[in-house]
């Protein structure tokens, strides 16, 4: 668990945020890790049944690759 201000300190939104975007940012940030997910069961009943949940902090998450065409 994070507050705005740590997550924002340590870069998480980037080198700079701006006043716009420091405003839709939660009070706290809550990062699940291992193999732990947060799970709104309440709000998403079918997506939390789902097997695979995205979102982490790992390269394999960050890195995800993006294909354009154009025709």
């Known amino acids: 668990m994070l507050t705005r201000a740590e997550a924002i ?3 998480w939104f980037g080198p700079t ?3 716009a975007a ?3 940012i939660g009070d706290v940030i809550a990062i699940a ?10 709000a998403e009943p079918l997506q939390s049944m ?10 394999a998450e960050l890195h995800v690759p ?3 065409f154009r025709g």
Do not use: F, K, Q
């Open 22 to 24: 420091t405003e839709r």
């Open 50 to 59: 789902l097997i695979g949940h995205h979102g982490s902090l790992t390269s």
């Open 9 to 11: 300190d340590n870069g």
């Open 33 to 42: 890790r291992g193999s732990s997910a947060l799970i709104r069961t309440g």
């Open 66 to 68: 993006l294909l354009v």
């Open 17 to 19: 945020v701006s006043p």
